[in-house]
C-alpha cells in the first residue's frame, strides 16, 4: 500500500520560503508510470494544484506560481520537495502531497495534508 | 488553461435518493483525463472515478461516471450517510485543474 506523509514548518513569516517534503513509502518513487504532485487548499476553498515533479527530475509548475515555486525529487530517500519563496498571507493553505497515474492523469494516493500558516 | 464549472454549488438531498453532479469544461477534455473526487472534513480528497467512468479501486457500484467533450456526470445512485461530502471533478490536459466543487449535504 502506497502512503505519502508530508513534513515541515507549520508557520512561516512573510517574505521567507515555505519548504515541506513528502515521503513516499510502499513503492519507488523512480517508476516511470507515476509523477508526483503538490495540491493546496485554503481553508473553506477549492483545491489548487501547485506543481509535478517525474522521477527523472522533469518538472512542470502552474503558471500563477511559476516564478515562486521549485519541486525537487531525491530518489535516494523516496521523497520530493516544494519550495515556495516570497510567501504571504494568501499562501495559507493545507499542502497535499500526491501521486500521479502517468497513462490517465489522475491522483490516486494522497498524503493527508499539513497546515501551513504564513504570519508573522 | 481549462476551466472547470461545477453544479450545482449544493445539492441538498436525503439519504437512499439520488444524485447527479455536473461538471461543465471551458473546452474538450479528452474523456481518459476527468477525475471525480471526494472529500470529506479534515481529510485529503479520495478518489472516486478515473478516465470519466472507472471507479478507482474500491469504490461502490452506487457511484458512477458519464460524459465526455466538454460535460461530464457524477451520479451517486442512491445516498448512503457516507457519502455526505464534497465532489471535486478534474482534467489533466497540459496543466491539471480541479473544479469548485459541488458539497452533498443531508436535507
Known amino acids: 500500500q502506497v502512503q505519502l506523509q508530508e513534513s515541515g514548518p507549520g508557520l512561516v513569516k512573510p517574505s521567507q520560503t515555505l519548504s515541506l517534503t513528502c515521503t513516499v513509502s510502499g513503492g519507488s518513487i523512480s517508476s516511470g508510470s507515476y509523477y508526483w504532485s503538490w495540491v493546496r487548499q485554503p481553508a473553506g476553498k477549492g483545491l489548487e494544484w501547485i506543481g509535478r515533479v517525474y522521477g527523472s527530475g522533469n518538472t512542470n509548475y502552474n503558471s500563477s506560481l511559476k516564478s515562486r515555486v521549485t519541486i525537487s525529487i531525491d530518489t535516494s530517500k523516496n521523497q520530493f520537495s516544494l519550495k515556495l519563496n516570497s510567501v504571504t498571507a494568501a499562501d495559507t493553505a493545507v499542502y497535499y502531497c500526491a501521486r500521479v497515474v502517468w497513462q490517465s492523469r489522475h491522483f490516486d494516493y494522497w498524503g493527508q495534508g499539513t497546515l501551513v500558516t504564513v504570519s508573522s | 488553461e481549462i476551466v472547470l464549472t461545477q453544479s450545482p454549488g449544493t445539492l441538498s438531498l436525503s439519504p437512499g435518493e439520488r444524485a447527479t453532479l455536473s461538471c461543465r469544461a471551458s473546452?474538450?477534455?479528452?474523456?481518459?483525463?476527468l477525475a471525480w473526487y471526494q472529500q470529506k472534513p479534515g481529510q485529503a480528497p479520495r478518489l472516486l472515478i478515473y478516465g470519466a467512468s472507472t471507479r478507482a479501486t474500491g469504490i461502490p457500484d452506487r457511484f458512477s461516471g458519464s460524459g465526455s467533450g466538454t460535460d461530464f456526470t457524477l451520479t451517486i445512485s442512491r445516498l448512503e450517510p457516507e457519502d455526505f461530502a464534497v465532489y471535486y471533478c478534474q482534467q489533466y490536459g497540459s496543466s491539471p485543474t480541479f473544479g469548485p466543487g459541488t458539497k452533498v449535504d443531508i436535507k
Open positions: 473546452q474538450s477534455v479528452s474523456g481518459s483525463y
